[in-house]
């Protein structure tokens, strides 16, 4: 869990929420850590919470080894809801 | 070299694995702890230990957040639940490791106990929502990553008056455990663990910066270099620490700049420091009681401090009898040390914290490198426990 998982930002929500984009899964979580965050953004999201900006690349790095590790489906999962 | 198949860039892999071997002085040991679980699963996952010459060796940390919290807190939790007859958040990772006489969330939660699984401090919030009449507490637990959003809950609960809403915090700090692993005379005594150089956590450092390891690199004298957890990423770091280990350097070097800078994030660090203090002293498992290691909620903020708000009692806490977590987390030992490693102690049925977490050494060790260390080793020693 002291891992991270990317994602885009596909929409901007009251309150510092936005709405991300995750292998096809849409999820909302809290923006209040950064900065100026936009649509499209492609943002290190936490326990709910974006962390950092990354670029397009590293995001689609980090997803590509995180799916090759088999730790990006035990990832997803956990952020989707599902019970362990 | 099989497992160079694994890397997406074998190539690269194979060249970084040559220059370590042509750099590494073979009159030399090179010792290299990395602290942060993602490494240890990405060592593991792509055997990038079996690519070092045999005097580079990884020596795997205490960088899981469920591995090194005392059973005393997670029985502290229990009681929460139990006595206090709140409704208890906690993280997914936390829920199978067990306390004292084994008994872990999950069994609590079986025997009545309302304790509820999340994926974010957001969900908490909305359960204190939900349940005006009952006291929600939320079970604070990890490193920098996960304190930040903490925080944001504890003034978000201020802000619309959430008063059934505390937080049992247990929030750790990174850079005293990595000081505390080289100072502590225990550790020292205990003897074995030699570490040369610190491969530095990856997301736990786009929170905080590089900046935080630079006194300790100098007051220790020990190299730091921040790693991203890519495969390559870790050998990459092996070698700029390597490198420094020949210069005699001690110095903080970034590997991982695509995503940590030195600073870090500066907002977040704002928000943690507006709700926490420093805590005089905390437990951990396997290291003991680390001087301001651990963070608590301010005073501003004791309305949402539960520990404030419960009155928790004193308990002996108790390990399962013979797991080696503690060691292993000293880096002074290895899973497979363990004599109920394999046998007894499985991810399914887990003894001890490091087999819970798939970032736990044990379970690691586990998943992946089981079938890689001579396989005999584990049930021969329980086979001759038992005969003894
Ligand atoms: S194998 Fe199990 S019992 Fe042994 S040290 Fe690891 S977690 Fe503890």
Redesign the pocket.
């Known amino acids: 869990m002291c891992l991270a998982i990317p994602a885009k930002v596909i929409a901007l929500e009251a309150n510092d929420m936005a709405v991300v984009a995750l292998e096809g899964v849409k999820k909302r979580i809290s923006v209040v850590l950064l900065d100026e965050v936009a649509v499209g953004d492609y943002v290190l999201i936490h326990v709910g919470y974006a962390l950092h900006r990354v670029s397009p690349e590293e995001a689609a790095r980090t997803l590509a080894l995180m799916a090759e590790a088999g730790i990006l489906k035990e990832e997803l999962e956990e952020i989707t809801g599902s019970e362990a | 070299m099989k497992y160079v198949d694994e890397f997406r860039d074998g190539g690269l892999a194979e060249n970084l694995a040559a220059r370590i071997k042509a750099e590494a002085q073979p009159d030399r040991t090179y010792h290299l702890m990395e602290f942060c679980g993602g490494h240890t699963h990405a060592i593991f996952r792509y055997g990038v230990q079996d690519l070092m010459p045999d005097n580079v060796k990884f020596v795997h940390g205490p960088g899981c957040p469920v591995c090194v919290l005392p059973v005393r807190r997670l029985d502290d939790a229990v009681e929460l639940a139990e006595r206090h007859g709140v409704i208890l958040c906690s993280y997914g990772d936390m829920m199978r490791v067990p306390g004292t006489k084994q008994r872990s969330l999950i069994r609590a939660k079986a025997d009545g106990a309302d304790i509820r699984m999340v994926y974010s401090t957001i969900d908490a919030l909305k359960i204190a929502r939900d349940n005006p009449d009952r006291q929600v507490v939320f079970f604070a637990i990890g490193f920098e990553t996960t304190t930040p959003p903490t925080a944001v809950a504890i003034r978000q609960a201020e802000a619309e008056g959430l008063e059934n809403f505390s937080v049992f915090s247990n929030h750790v700090l990174t850079p005293s455990a990595i000081g505390h692993i080289l100072e502590s005379p225990e550790v020292r005594d205990l003897g074995t663990v030699r570490i040369d150089g610190f491969l530095g956590p990856s997301h736990v450092s786009s929170v905080i910066g590089s900046e935080p390891y630079e006194f300790f690199a100098e007051e220790f004298a020990k190299p730091v270099v921040i790693a991203g957890f890519e495969p390559l990423d870790v050998m990459q770091s092996a070698l700029m620490l390597i490198r420094q280990i020949n210069e005699g350097r001690a110095e903080v070097e970034n590997e991982y700049t695509r995503v940590v800078t030195r600073e870090g994030n500066l907002k977040a660090q704002k928000l943690v420091s507006e709700v926490f203090e420093l805590r005089q002293s905390f437990e951990w498992r396997g290291l003991g009681e680390v001087p301001y290691s651990a963070l608590r909620i301010r005073d501003t903020y004791a309305a949402f401090d539960a520990e404030k708000r419960f009155e928790i009692s004193e308990k002996q806490s108790r390990e399962?009898k013979?797991?080696?977590?503690p060691a292993?987390l000293r880096g002074v030992k290895k899973?497979t040390d363990?004599k109920?490693?394999g046998t007894v102690?499985t991810p399914d049925n887990?003894?001890?914290?490091?087999?819970v977490s798939s970032e736990?050494a044990?379970a690691a060790y586990w998943t992946y490198g089981r079938f890689r260390e001579p396989q005999k080793t584990a049930k021969e020693k329980a086979s001759k426990e038992v005969a003894a």
Not at chain 2, 322 to 325: I, L, M, N, R, V
Not at chain 2, 350 to 355: A, E, I, K, N, R
């Open positions: 399962v013979s797991c080696e977590c292993i899973p363990c109920l490693f102690c887990p003894m001890g914290s490091c087999m736990g044990c």
